[in-house]
């Protein structure tokens, strides 16, 4: 399936939402998550509200795009199918979706698909043991029923619903609730075996009662991350990422708004990360494949903006913390590939 992904995509790029659709079930599937995550995870592809009714069961299920569990009113319910014991349906407003069919057809096959009720337990836990909502006692069980040890440390990765995964972790998986959505969630060992996911976030590494830490630091990650690129894993920042726990609302700090000016530059961003990975302006240069000169012109323009020696002491730091800021406030990544007639030719 990613094989086809790829290579259609490369022919057609507005032809491979329908196969992520596919892919993402698929995904899902292979992580053995519950009925509430799977309907996260088709209310975030349709961008409306899905539901299962089920016969016997004394009340409908039904999840927003963002994960929340919704009241059901009775008009708006489906009866079971008797065939097949339960009703998939999307509460949208509106004429049907392009691949509104293909959601529900997949989740269908995705609920067919689902383990035992211990298993799904089990997977439970692993959202438990990520909520910082939920009591240390709690989390604890839940660790406990998921097999971690106390004296060992995991990391909690990220990835969208819609990602490309290559090569699976080892490790539990879930559909969590994020402020962006619903989010794909696996657990891995401190030492883990490479895999590959696109977009993708890896936290850094903690005990079984401070998962939570590693859940805010795998998400500063997955948005530092880039389509197609490998995944980025909290320890290649170390503690730069506990600055970067920005909030939507605030007014960005002075330092930020200042490389949001350097970016409107052609040059801007990518000379601006070249400065701060590289120790001379002649190794930046080298980096850039530009003269020494042009690198000399923009730098005095950076330095123009920002307003301090950026390329120096605490100057450098500074710059760091305000450009990943930046990258993190404007990360598009979280945000699903449009839908097939919505792209431009």
Not at 19 to 48: P, Q, S
Not at 81 to 107: K, S
Not at 325 to 344: C, D, F, G, K
């Amino acid at each position: 399936m990613q094989e086809l992904l790829g290579s259609i995509s490369r022919l057609d790029p507005g032809a491979t939402l329908g196969l992520r659709v596919i892919a993402c079930f698929d995904e899902l599937i292979l992580g053995n998550v519950n009925t509430r995550a799977l309907l996260a995870a088709a209310a975030a592809l349709a961008g409306c509200p899905a539901g299962v009714v089920r016969i016997g069961s004394s009340e409908p299920t039904l999840v927003s795009p963002r994960g929340e569990m919704l009241a059901c009113t009775p008009a708006a319910t489906p009866k079971p199918d008797r065939n097949t014991g339960y009703t998939v349906w999307l509460q949208r407003a509106g004429a049907a979706g392009p691949n509104d069919g293909l959601i529900l057809e997949r989740l269908s096959i995705a609920l067919c698909a689902k383990n035992s009720a211990g298993d799904e337990h089990r997977r439970r836990g692993l959202s438990v043991v990520l909520d910082s909502a939920a009591s240390q006692p709690l989390r604890a069980a839940a660790a406990d029923d998921l097999g971690l040890r106390s004296g060992e440390k995991y990391r909690v990765v990220l990835a969208p619903l819609f990602a490309v995964w290559e090569r699976h972790p080892a490790g539990p998986e879930d559909v969590i609730g994020s402020p962006f959505g619903p989010l794909h969630a696996a657990l891995i060992a401190e030492q883990f075996d490479p895999f590959q996911a696109s977009p993708c976030g890896i936290g850094s590494a903690h005990p079984p009662g401070a998962l939570t830490k590693s859940l805010r630091s795998a998400l500063t990650a997955l948005r530092l991350s880039e389509s197609g690129a490998a995944p980025v894993c909290a320890d290649d920042y170390g503690g730069l990422l506990d600055a970067l726990l920005v909030d939507e609302d605030d007014v960005p700090h002075d330092d930020v708004v200042a490389v949001a000016r350097i970016a409107e530059r052609t040059w801007g961003l990518e000379t601006v990360s070249a400065l701060i990975t590289h120790q001379t302006v002649r190794e930046t240069a080298r980096a850039l494949g530009v003269h020494h000169s042009t690198l000399q012109h923009r730098l005095a323009t950076v330095l123009e903006e920002l307003g301090f020696p950026a390329t120096e002491g605490l100057g450098r730091a500074r710059l760091a913390a305000a450009y990943l800021t930046h990258r993190v406030r404007t990360s598009r990544v979280l945000e699903a590939p449009p839908p097939a007639q919505q792209v431009q030719r």
